[in-house]
């Protein structure tokens, strides 16, 4: 049996790639996010020494030819450090909100086309979750199941899936009416495959670009909770954690936060740009507007 109907929405990869590059904050934080990933992904061959090992006579040391951001507290490298620390923060801000982005799809697709009681009891859960601040509620969370980095990621994936779960069930009530979903129904097609093949794609623009702002929030709240010493544990490296040590020495070495502080800000604000752009490219009245 052919399908009935066809999606609404369309988006082209290619097209939307296009679409970002022309945008100029977009493609800053492409640039930027793709320089971090590269030099994190590539962390063990471009750091110049073993992040964790020590050199006890040469302590808060100044940039020089052997070690070009200096040393921290114990003698170890800070370009090395910070390298590696990328791979913790940025690894945990992609594949939290990707988990979270999953279990806030399927909630809110569900809750949004069956509606009734399922509706009514999965909103009133979001809301629940939603009314904690997001830094408390992983504040909690971290503290119930103990220190870690991956609890951390529990506790930002239990927190994050709420925001998806709004945003899909507003669109699917947006959606399910109209009548290509009749269609669809009259055509015989299973509620799964309406949800998945009909629904979903007509949800694709407002997530992606939650996603992409979600996953900066994520970076920033990883980085937040590491700083109060609940995150990543030693000798692990994070850009968070290195920026707590490092404010105890910055008189002596100013490098050993500052650099971290504004790893984390760009991380963040690349995120943003992309958001920004996102929704300019997948917004038709935006599309002229190239901030």
Known sequence: MTDAVTTVVSIKPTALLRQLLRHKLAAIGLVIIVVLALLTALAPVLAPYDPHAQDLYNVLSGPSPAHWLGTDNVGRDLLSRFLYGGQVSLLVGVCTIMVAAVI?????????????????????????????PPLIFVLIIAAALGPGIHNVA??????????????VRGQVLLVRELPFIEAARAAGASPIRIMLKHILPNTLAPLLVTVSLSIGGAILLESAVSFLGIGVQPPTASWGKELRTGLNYLELAPLYSIVPGLLITLAVIACNFIGDGLRDALDPRLRGDNR
Do not use: N, Q
Request: neutral net charge; proline residues 0%.
């Open 104 to 132: 806030g799809i399927v909630l809110g697709l569900v809750a949004g086309y069956l509606g009734g009681a399922i509706d009514a009891a999965v909103m009133r859960i979001t809301d629940a979750f939603m009314c904690i």
């Open 154 to 167: 529990v506790a930002i994936v239990l927190f994050g899936w709420t925001g998806f779960t709004r945003i």
